[in-house]
């Protein structure tokens, strides 16, 4: 009985569909068809063209579009102070003597987060001279996207040492630049990148040091208690929590590296 109801209610079902579906496929019959744009707003979103002078396929497009996206994520984080941010991060929890603590994810949020909030003057600039032009279609995706590179060209060049400029420069034998806005991408931002990575180690041995101070005092002290079987590094780390606490750790490595970037 149950199974012949469940039968009788499915068939009043789709009956009931159908004779809805009657009216409805009777008036899109009447009614003449939009014309359907076939990537045409992508085609001239993306603006790419062929050698030719010919608009690239949709299918193509689509393809160009998938491998940036792969790419991009990444290119972002390094143009921004993301690198020095999660390095400092890392370096604090190997100088706690922690492995798993702050878990992976917990450290790339707060380098995230810090890093939105570090960029910040940077990504009103973008919103204001190239987000929102291009949303009320004043200016082209082509200078939108200039305006934004731009934005990202003075930063780095601001927090780029002129060694590690000098450096990239000489390999790529480029000649002298009059202004920092005459600095190439390809020569910025690898100099950028370099830049980042001396900053980030010099900020995180001077993280390490006060921890080094107590491992030496912990060594010492069990080695002249004769407990050399003990090992330091058990007994070390509640005194690194505990001075690391004492001091609002976290709020000053944030604010330090929240300012180290001058904003």
Not at 9 to 20: N, T, Y
Not at 66 to 83: D, E, G, K
């Amino acid at each position: 009985m149950r199974g012949k109801t469940l039968w009788l209610i499915g068939g009043a079902l789709l009956v009931a569909g159908l004779a809805l579906a009657e009216p409805a496929l009777a008036q899109a019959a009447a009614t003449p068809a939009a014309p359907v744009d076939n990537g045409g707003a992508l085609t001239r979103a993306l603006g790419q063209v062929s050698g030719d002078g010919r608009s690239l396929s949709l299918s193509l497009q689509i393809l160009i579009l998938m491998s940036l996206l792969t790419v991009l994520p990444s290119l972002i984080l390094m143009m921004t102070s993301f690198t020095r941010i999660i390095i400092v991060l890392s370096l604090l929890r190997q100088a706690l003597g922690l492995q798993q603590t702050p878990p992976n994810q917990v450290l790339v949020g707060l380098a995230l987060f810090l890093s939105l909030f570090v960029m910040r003057p940077a990504i009103d600039t973008i919103n204001a001279q190239a987000f929102d032009p291009y949303g009320k279609g004043q200016i082209s995706i082509e200078e939108a996207v200039g305006r934004s590179g731009k934005v990202l060209h003075g930063f780095m060049a601001k927090q780029t040492r002129e060694s590690d400029l000098k450096l990239f420069a000489n390999l790529a034998k480029a000649p002298a630049f009059r202004t920092p806005d005459d600095i190439p991408f390809t020569i910025l931002l690898p100099a950028f990148v370099t830049s980042e990575l001396k900053t980030a180690f010099q900020i995180g041995f001077m993280i390490f040091l006060p921890f080094l101070i107590i491992d030496l005092v912990v060594a010492s002290t069990l080695m002249a208690l004769g407990m050399m079987m003990l090992s330091p590094t058990i007994i070390s780390m509640p005194f690194k929590l505990l001075l690391f606490v004492l001091v609002d750790g976290w709020a000053l490595t944030m604010g330090s590296l929240a300012g180290s970037f001058a904003i």
